[in-house]
């Protein structure tokens, strides 16, 4: 009987051993000591979006004199997680905690992206504020341009319940309408990079840290983890600024009253609008509208139209450019100028289907070299997500060379070319079929073949779209 119970204590404990492991909860850490790897067990490498960036040494407030290893990237690239090689890592609740700057914070700036590139909904820094679009914003703006920040962003599962936090302090709460905050169906994370539709919607910057967990981090330990981010390292503390202390409230109190949208302070005029196919006069149903300041170029609204209508509040006695943009139909933008007290201003645009007449992308190469150049290889990066998107496009890559040398192995290189690009989107997940490659050689010149400033202008690649026919 002694033996019996010994053996069952002995499978019991196996058992609670084997519960503890496969229940153990993940934390994975990156902090660009060692590239792009963590240096949690089993955590996939972070994957480069857009332009490769740099490492750098930079000292990092939060740690005094201390100088610390960041990742410095370039407008409009970032960084991506797989949660498929993280082993589902973010398939249920998780917290993402980052700590980053951005150079740049007028308007929209991308943080983190859930439906790769393929939903305009997503965390940014609106202003300098917390922003979730399109439903959620919180009302001060904490984050500085070229500062660091400490953000942290969690969505609870089974209530659907997201929380914001800058520096330990929650800023943000709403439900996730429609799981905008789950991952799509590529099942990845994109930090800092945009969307190809809207342009301008993303900040150079350097980030120090990305850390992410498989549940949802208690407000309390997101207080933690910041002030052991900001615990100076050097002997001599820093002088900060004395500043008022307030009582401390109830969590539910610490909130940032949040607001769907931010409404301007002087009293707002209407400008509505309506979009129909220029051709047959009918309104189209899949349009997205954006407002762009004219001073700036930076877009301070934006909205799907409904049944070809659009509807915005935009501060009188101000310029503005308004652009639609539809699949199968060349963008088009209006300039609007709304006056105080003039009552709703009205505005029509009719579009034209897309005529691709002309390349949507050039690729350049280098003489007598089939391999792609680093601008070659970041154009067919931007190009991938719009080559996924339009799914009523097909894509030919049309080689080509200067004069120099045997014209035959010229029309051989030009091929090469063409097909290195395609293997190179084939590679990116694009469909071989959607993709036809020929050379022709030197034989049809963008330039004159009379001197080298002009020939680097031949030795391309030329990325065509055209209709499916169905």
Known sequence: MVSVRRGLLICLLLCGCFL??????????????????????????????????KYIEEVLPELGKQKRTVYQFEANSGLQFNNQEGFNLMSGSYTVEIYFRLDELESWKRVLDFKNRKSDNGCYIYEGRLNFFNFATGEKAPVKPKEYVHYVFSRDAETHLIKMYVDGESKVEFIDPGDEAVLGQEQVLNFFQDDLVAKNEASPGAVALIRLYDRVMTPIFVQQSFK?????????????????????KPEGNMLERVVVKAMPAVEPVEVSGKVFNG???????????????????????RSKAIDGSYRFQLRPLET???????????????????????????????????NFDKPISTLPFSQSDSSLTSEARSALDTLTNFIRERTDLKFRLLGHTDNVGDFDKNISLSQQRAVIARDYLIGKGIDVDRVETKGYGPTRPLASNNSEVSRRQNRRVEVWAEPVKR
Do not use: C, W
Request: charged share 25%; glycine share 6%; net charge neutral.
């Open 20 to 53: 503890i492991k496969t229940n153990a909860q993940k934390v994975y850490t990156y902090d660009f000591s060692d590239g792009l790897k963590s240096y949690s067990d089993s955590a996939p490498e972070l994957h480069i979006l857009g332009t490769e960036g």
């Open 228 to 248: 052991r981010l900001a615990r100076t390292i050097s002997e001599k503390p820093r002088v900060s600024q004395p500043r008022e202390v307030p009582p401390p």
């Open 279 to 301: 051709r047959t006069l009918d309104r189209l149903a899949d349009v997205d509208v954006l407002v762009r300041r004219s001073t700036s170029d930076s877009i301070i609204a």
């Open 320 to 354: 503005y450019r308004i652009t639609a943009l539809s699949p199968g139909f060349e963008a088009k933008s209006i300039v609007v100028t709304p006056q105080a007290g003039g009552g709703e201003t009205k505005t029509l645009m009719n579009l034209r289907e897309e």
